[in-house]
């Protein structure tokens, strides 16, 4: 199972709204169309801030956003800040016995 | 308050083997299934291995079948990842999650050196 397609780096400046995508193919997102984003600080543990597609856990910032398009997956950063700095990966739940593909990985730079 | 804590990284040649342990509170540990998930250094998270809540049914990714073991024990809120003939391309953060990923804890760093 090859990893979900990411840029390698994404920047805006404090304000500006940003998009991640994650691309894959139609058996990545096809069947269950499960898909998560997590923001992950290095040394800390990874945060689910989408799930489902473009559903946002409590306590999660409204500025946080998802959605799916065919096999592409995007999440869109609005009012960028500069806490939002990180890294930012997807996932797609494909089921037993292999659960979960992730993506590549998107460093956010907050100009 | 949902925490994990991993432990159990370090330093292993080539070969050997390591156990790591994470330690859940703030949930119903016995009612979940756990997941490891490792991160490579500069590359994305992979999906390692799962137990079921009752530990009866598990899953390993094909690059670690028959060489990593998961396996849980409910009385303790513990998962544990037992690795073995481990390989440079084992280095990295390795995470312990809660079911839907949606709990992870800060990582246990391996590294497989000579």
């Known amino acids: 199972q090859s990893a979900l397609t990411q840029p390698a780096s994404v920047s805006g400046s404090p304000g500006q709204s940003i998009t991640i995508s994650c691309t894959g193919t139609s058996s990545d997102f096809g069947r269950y169309n499960l898909v998560s984003w997590f923001q992950h600080h290095p040394g800390r543990a990874p945060k689910l801030i989408i799930f489902?597609?473009?559903k946002r856990p409590s306590g999660v910032s409204h500025r946080f956003s998802g959605s799916r398009s065919g096999n592409t997956a995007s999440l869109t950063i609005s009012g960028l800040q500069p806490e939002d700095e990180g890294d930012f990966h997807c996932?797609?739940?494909?089921?037993?016995?292999?659960?979960?593909?992730f993506g590549t990985g998107t460093k956010v730079t907050v100009l | 308050q949902v925490q994990l804590v991993e432990s159990g990284g370090g330093v292993v040649q080539p070969g050997g083997s390591l156990r790591l342990s994470c330690e859940a509170s703030g949930f119903s540990f016995g009612s979940y299934g756990m997941h490891w998930v490792r991160q490579a250094p500069g590359k994305g998270l992979q999906w390692v291995a799962y137990t079921q809540y009752d530990g009866i049914n598990k899953y390993y990714a094909d690059s670690v079948k028959g060489r990593f073991t998961i396996s849980r024990d409910n009385s303790k809120n513990s998962v544990y990842l037992y690795m073995d003939s481990l390989t440079i391309e084992d280095t990295g953060f390795y995470y312990c999650a809660k079911a839907d990923l949606d709990n992870w804890g800060p990582g246990t760093l391996v590294t497989v050196s000579s």
């Open positions: 996932c797609s739940y494909i089921g037993t016995p292999t659960f979960y593909v």
């Open positions: 489902e597609n473009n």
